[in-house]
């Protein structure tokens, strides 16, 4: 009788970067399958073993209603619940029809919008059910990913940074593209996460780990729009990407509206 764990990865409405994060820890992966039974990952593997789940992987968001019913019946199955990614925890990019008529997308875009079965809002994981832990990113980082596997074999909580990726950014040595280039940035408002990945080329944040524990857009939204020289659309553009449902981002991102 196998008594490891069992791990199920789940997919709802995504792009399945978070599952290859996964996916991309080759080695490591191979060392955790002997200290946990990956009972359901399609991504992986046609094989599924059924559940209950001792620890489910989430990613994607909420789209549709037989989703809406699909997660109640994949939360039921599963005793910790982790959900991976900026869609399962914030909505994702496709979190943008929020703040328009779905109907009218529909109507432009499809020759047959009856067709069409969907929900008026793009919404996280946590809306419909208990989430246990929420790990961001777009795509997350596949050693906080680790961490967050390791954690729950060894009955402890994850141990991810919460500060700002401008925390990475004097790790690293790279010059603030605020201070230096006039660009606004979301890096004192973002989760870390990414090892500055865009100010490393000399490119602003564009918040893909979400708001930061404790962030404050309103005040870097102010600051963009007054000592630089950002006009309104600048800013909500910088706050409507990747997280754009996420509070605060989503609050700061309506602010012009």
Request: proline share 5%; with cysteine; hydrophobic share 40%.
């Amino acid at each position: 009788m196998d008594l490891r764990p069992k791990l199920a990865v789940f997919k709802f409405a995504s792009c399945d970067g978070c599952q290859l994060s996964l996916l991309d820890c080759e080695d490591e992966l191979l060392a955790l399958a002997a200290s946990i039974e990956i009972a359901n990952f399609a991504e992986a593997s046609s094989a599924v073993i059924e559940g209950p789940y001792d620890l489910a992987l989430v990613e994607g968001s909420i789209t549709t209603p037989h989703d809406a019913d699909r997660i109640l019946e994949v939360r039921r199955q599963s005793r910790v619940l982790v959900t991976i990614g900026a869609c399962a925890t914030a909505g994702g990019i496709q979190a943008l029809r929020n703040f328009g008529s779905v109907e009218e997308y529909t109507r432009i875009v499809y020759a047959k919008p009856s067709y069409i079965s969907t929900l008026a809002t793009s919404t996280p994981i946590a809306d419909h059910v208990k989430v246990d832990y929420e790990l961001r990113g777009c795509p997350v980082n596949k050693h906080q990913l680790l961490e967050v596997i390791s954690a729950f074999l060894n009955h402890r909580a994850p141990r991810v940074a919460a500060h700002s990726v401008c925390v990475e950014c004097k790790a690293r040595g790279i010059t603030c593209v605020m201070v230096a280039r006039g660009e606004p940035c979301l890096g004192p408002v973002t989760h870390a996460g990414c090892g500055a990945l865009c100010p490393a080329y000399d490119r602003p944040c564009f918040g893909c780990y979400g708001p930061k524990e404790l962030a404050n857009p309103a005040a870097l939204g102010e600051w963009a729009r007054t000592a630089l020289g950002a006009d309104a659309a600048t800013v909500r553009r910088q706050f409507q990407t990747f997280n754009a449902w996420a509070e605060p981002f989503r609050t700061e991102g309506r602010r012009d509206d």
